[in-house]
């Protein structure tokens, strides 16, 4: 099963304030697990930034000014992502900002419900604790060391180790003991090594004299015991 782990980063809060998508970071996954395929641009968008947003990001307008914009990058994003599932931390967020770059450019919306949204997902399974992908990462020990600032590329790459955590770690499911095929092609092709089993003599279990005894006596007490009518 391919999927997607994707994250933006952007001007400001709301598409519909004419904020716009300066980052895109895509990580592949292949059976839950990364092919080290990822997708990562830095997209001109055509106005300024937010102050608050480059103190969250820190991509400030001379940065981006000379990157490409989004309509000369969508071709190459829809082919990698190329009807994929979309697996996103607070997924409202971004699809909103995607769907109104996409519809800018005359390009069909993405179905919110078609995205894997990790932020619903750690709050069923975690309620009442903190869900931000830097708490999940804690949790799950994953290093943020890198993470001085958020950053597309580097988020996704996060949050798909912290999606394979949600979803049970690296053994969830049936394929115990399977090993990864690193090609890409078939992450679990390989089978699970067979186990030679060392066979044991038979032990045995006397029963006591007494307890003989007493199994003897109680039957006598039986009245038209049903093994004396076969």
């Not at 809060?13 to 996954?29: Q, S, T, Y």
């Not at 994929?84 to 769907?99: G, Q, Y």
């Amino acid at each position: 099963m391919r999927e997607i782990v994707l994250d933006t980063e952007t001007t400001g809060m709301d598409p519909a304030d004419g904020h716009r998508i300066i980052e895109i970071g895509c990580v592949e996954l292949f059976n839950h697990l990364p092919t080290g395929k990822t997708w990562h641009h830095y997209i001109n968008p055509e106005r300024d930034i937010d102050a608050g947003a480059t103190a969250v990001h820190g991509i400030t307008n001379d940065k981006v000014k000379n990157k490409p914009i989004f309509a000369e990058l969508v071709g190459s994003f829809l082919e990698f992502i190329d009807g994929a599932p979309l697996v996103i931390h607070n997924a409202e967020f971004d699809i909103k900002f995607l769907n109104a770059e996409l519809k800018r450019l005359g390009f069909p919306s993405y179905r919110l419900q078609d995205a894997v949204d990790t932020l619903l997902m750690a709050r069923r399974k975690f309620p009442g604790q903190p869900a931000s992908l830097d708490a999940l990462c804690r949790r799950f020990n994953i290093d943020l060391s890198e993470r001085s600032f958020h950053g597309a590329l580097l988020d996704a790459q996060l949050l798909s180790d912290v999606y394979l955590e949600l979803i049970g770690g690296r053994q969830h499911g049936l394929g115990l003991g399977q090993t990864r095929n690193t090609s890409g092609d078939d992450m679990f092709a390989s089978q699970p090594t067979p186990q030679t089993r060392v066979a044991r003599p038979a032990r045995l279990f006397p029963v006591a004299q007494d307890e003989l005894a007493a199994h003897q006596e109680m039957r006598r007490k039986l009245k038209n015991p049903v093994w004396e009518k076969a």
